[in-house]
Each structure stands twice: as C-alpha cells, then as structure tokens.
C-alpha cells in the first residue's frame, strides 16, 4: 500500500483543515488507518485512528472534540478534519496503515506509512 497525504498549509489559529490520505492498490478496506504528527524537536504522536470499515475511532486527548477522522473505502481516501487549530498543532502530520480490524494508537502496529504533510498554525 502506497499513501500520499496532502491539505497542509498555514492557518490562523481557531481554523479549519482537512487533510487527506490517498491509498494506491484494491486493499484499501483491510486496512485501519491512523494518522500521527511530528513537531519540530518533538518525538512522533499519534492523532487519530479508524477501523478498517469506519466502525471504530480513536483520538489523542489533545484533539478530542477538535479533530475528526473519517474514510470512503470506495475513494481509498482516509480524512482529518482539524477543526478549531491551535498553534500546538503544528506539525507534519503522516498517515499510516495498519493491517488490523479496529482502530490503534500504537505505531508499531502500523505497516504502511505516507510521506507526510505540514500544517502550521500561526497564533
């Protein structure tokens, strides 16, 4: 599985991105999808994560009730809609695939990983 992530860019803080994760081949729906973020000077973090049919979510504390994670298996697309962006938020922010059921924080369990897109929020 190839993953091309893009809908970075520079924002104002309170606004609003949608970022977008296009999955090459006819296997996009075996898999979970999750997507991380890595500040400069900062380890990588997990952001958000759904289950491979859409069934299950899961979100860092720090986006919770900000940012939402969505898929159309039929676009082989997975979303994340970052609502209400805060300056903290900046990051690259990646996209990965997990050969599994349900939706996971843990990046071991991820096997495919996009190349990443910035999303820098100015205060």
């Known amino acids: 599985v190839q993953l091309q992530a893009s809908g970075g860019g520079l924002v104002q803080a309170g606004g609003s991105l949608r970022l977008s994760c296009a999955a090459s081949?006819?296997?996009?729906?075996?898999?979970?999808m999750g997507w991380f973020r890595q500040a400069p000077g900062k380890e990588r973090e997990f952001v958000a994560a759904i289950g491979r049919i859409g069934g299950s979510t899961y979100y860092a504390d720090s986006v919770k009730g900000r940012f939402t994670i969505s898929r159309d298996n039929a676009k082989n697309t997975v979303y994340l809609q970052m609502n209400s962006l805060k300056p903290e938020d900046t990051a690259v922010y990646y996209c990965?695939?997990?050969?599994?059921?349900?939706?996971?924080?843990?990046?071991?369990?991820?096997?495919?990983w996009g190349q990443g897109t910035l999303v820098t929020v100015s205060s």
């Open positions: 081949g006819r296997t996009f729906s075996r898999y979970a």
């Open positions: 990965a695939a997990a050969a599994q059921d349900t939706a996971t924080h843990d990046w071991r369990r991820y096997d495919y």
